[in-house]
């Protein structure tokens, strides 16, 4: 079983609605992170978050929000969903060590019409 | 803020070595990765490196200098499975262990 596991892996929805992708990990990590890829722009954090209580803007988090539910457990909502939000997205998990990499969930690919 | 800068993309031969260069401009450092990036899937932990020096990993090797804000990864004996993106990032020196990533360079391996 994966340890980092996303719903959904596809989504197509309409400008104006508003959508949540959800994020479960099973590897005990503290640390949770959302990302965006957009094709020639490489990976952009949008929120992290290093345990329930804690959450932490990225450098573009404007029109995103998060909840973490549990330790396991962090989602994405997009509250109104405009076009240029259509990218893939990954979700991450890392534990506390200097050497801990990040491990990455297989991305929920959003199309906004 | 941090800058990292690697090329967009590069071609190489089967059989063949090749080396990726990042180069990044930050206002402090706590350790660079490299991933590779298959299309359309998760990015996938291949180094780490903090001090400067050479770290080997079986074909994969990766390369640092903290002096001159470089960083090289080595892959050699290349494979078709190899054509993959391959993302440098810089790791955040305030603790928050976040990542900054470059844009990645995509590499085509050629029979």
């Known amino acids: 079983d994966a340890d980092v596991t996303q719903t959904p892996r596809n989504r197509i929805t309409k400008t104006g609605k508003r959508i949540m992708l959800e994020c479960s990990q099973t590897k005990g990590h503290d640390r949770m992170y959302w990302y965006r890829q957009d094709p020639g722009l490489g990976l952009q954090l949008i929120y992290y978050?290093?345990?329930?209580?804690?959450?932490n803007k990225g450098e573009i988090s404007d029109g995103y929000s998060v909840s973490r539910q549990a330790q396991a457990k962090f989602s994405l909502s997009l509250e109104s969903a405009i076009p240029n939000q259509t990218a893939l997205y990954f979700c991450?998990?890392?534990?506390?060590?200097?050497?801990?990499?990040?491990?990455f969930g297989p991305g929920t690919r959003l199309l906004v019409l | 803020g941090q800058n990292i800068d690697q090329p967009t993309e590069m071609t190489a031969t089967e059989g063949a070595i090749v080396q990726i260069n990042c180069t990044y401009q930050t206002s402090g450092f706590n350790g660079l990765f490299w991933y590779q990036q298959h299309a359309g899937e998760a990015p996938t932990f291949l180094s780490y490196?903090?001090?400067?020096g050479l770290e080997e990993k079986g074909r994969f090797s990766s390369f640092l200098s903290r002096s001159k804000g470089y960083s090289y990864l080595l892959l050699k004996e290349l494979q078709m499975k190899d054509s993959a993106s391959y993302l440098c990032a810089v790791r955040d020196p305030a603790g928050s262990y976040q990542l900054t990533f470059g844009k990645g360079t995509k590499l085509s391996v050629i029979p």
């Open positions: 490196n903090v001090l400067d």
């Open positions: 991450a998990t890392s534990g506390g060590g200097l050497q801990e990499t990040q491990y």
């Open positions: 978050s290093f345990d329930v209580k804690d959450i």
